[in-house]
């Protein structure tokens, strides 16, 4: 049986495919973080074109959590409306919607708001030297995700991922390179993975539905994070209701990664059977072969793929064609169906 096409359910959610649009951020909000028109076609669009799972772009919990002064926002009330949109064109195209909660940590580029991070360390001198975070800015962000996950809820998204990945806020807590604490939010992994689990908790208090963590599995530095050291953090943490680990690469600290097809499958790998939980694979896989590929190897339970769904957003229709398998095609573009 093809894998990559087999339905998943998770806390009462069904996803009718393994096929998993990656968050990847638009820059295309106003710079008060709001939804825009453009937003509700893009996701339409890959939602129409047969995508099972589709995370949302890195959505700030906090206006200085933002990557950039364009990044969508989930941190007021103000925001539900226009997210709402969002969710109901997913919904209504077949597709079921998920949000990437996210703070930039030090790698916020607003400037006009204050930059933070667990340590006073800059990611490169093309970034601000973010302050370390007090206590009482902790408490602080660790609200902002509970209050974004009320939004998300009242939004209507079914999914949400917490993005503790790519050098962000919660990842800068998980990695030794940008967390020099001394206190118990710094040293050891128990430490290290505090301040993720205490977000787990909070935004468990609100949600109930499924619940992705996206972490880095390799900080491409030997003093750095490796998977076994992700797995050993996560399952610190897993029994607090994570559903899904969403595993990537990268992103901590100004290196270049020697990116090839499935580069950050075997990292996935390793966090599934060190854990026990079900993950997300992907990075550079393009064919519904590659994909299939890695689902009936068992080394990951669904595929996220990014580039490629910019580049083709009905990629899901002809990966089905391509490993003989049919699936229903919106009626309006019937005529247009791949042919033997």
């Excluded at 302050?131 to 962000?141: C, F």
């Excluded at 977000?199 to 599995?217: D, F, G, N, Y």
């Excluded at 990075?283 to 080394?299: F, H, I, P, R, Y």
């Amino acid at each position: 049986m093809v894998k990559l096409f087999e339905q998943i359910s998770i806390k009462g959610v069904t996803i009718k495919n393994r096929v998993v649009m990656a968050p990847m951020c638009m820059y295309s909000a106003d710079n008060d973080g709001m939804v825009q028109d453009w937003h509700i076609i893009h996701y339409a669009t890959r939602a129409l074109g047969g995508t099972g799972l589709i995370i949302q772009e890195a959505t700030a919990v906090e206006s200085c959590g933002r990557i950039s002064d364009r990044d969508l926002g989930i941190w007021k009330d103000e925001h539900i409306e226009g997210l709402r949109k969002i969710v109901k064109s997913i919904k209504d195209n077949g597709s079921v919607p998920g949000i990437q909660l996210a703070h930039a940590g030090r790698k916020s580029t607003v400037f006009s708001e204050p930059v933070i991070g667990p340590s006073a360390i800059a990611f490169s001198e093309e970034y601000k030297t973010p302050t370390e975070m007090s206590k009482e800015d902790i408490k602080r962000v660790i609200e902002a995700f509970k209050k974004a996950a009320e939004r998300a809820l009242t939004a209507g998204y079914e999914v949400i991922e917490i993005h503790a990945a790519h050098g962000y806020l919660i990842n800068e807590f998980l990695s030794p390179l940008t967390n020099k604490r001394r206190d118990e939010y710094g040293g050891s992994k128990e430490n290290r993975v505090r301040f993720l689990k205490e977000v787990l908790e909070a935004v468990r208090e609100v949600w109930s539905k499924p619940l992705i963590v996206r972490v880095t599995a390799e900080d491409y530095e030997e003093e750095g994070n490796h998977a076994e050291d992700l797995a050993d953090m996560v399952n610190l943490v897993k029994d607090l209701g994570i559903d899904l680990v969403d595993v990537s690469s990268g992103g901590v600290v100004d290196v270049t990664v020697k990116a090839y097809p499935g580069y950050q499958v075997d990292f996935a790998e390793t966090i599934k059977n060190l854990t026990g939980l079900s993950v997300i694979a992907g990075g550079l896989l393009t064919t519904a072969d590659q994909c299939e590929e890695v689902l009936q190897a068992a080394k990951a339970d669904m595929i996220f793929l990014g580039r490629e769904l910019l580049r083709n957003p009905y990629w899901t229709l002809k990966a089905a064609h391509d490993l003989k398998t049919e699936i229903q095609w919106p009626v309006q573009y019937e005529r247009g169906k791949y042919r033997e």
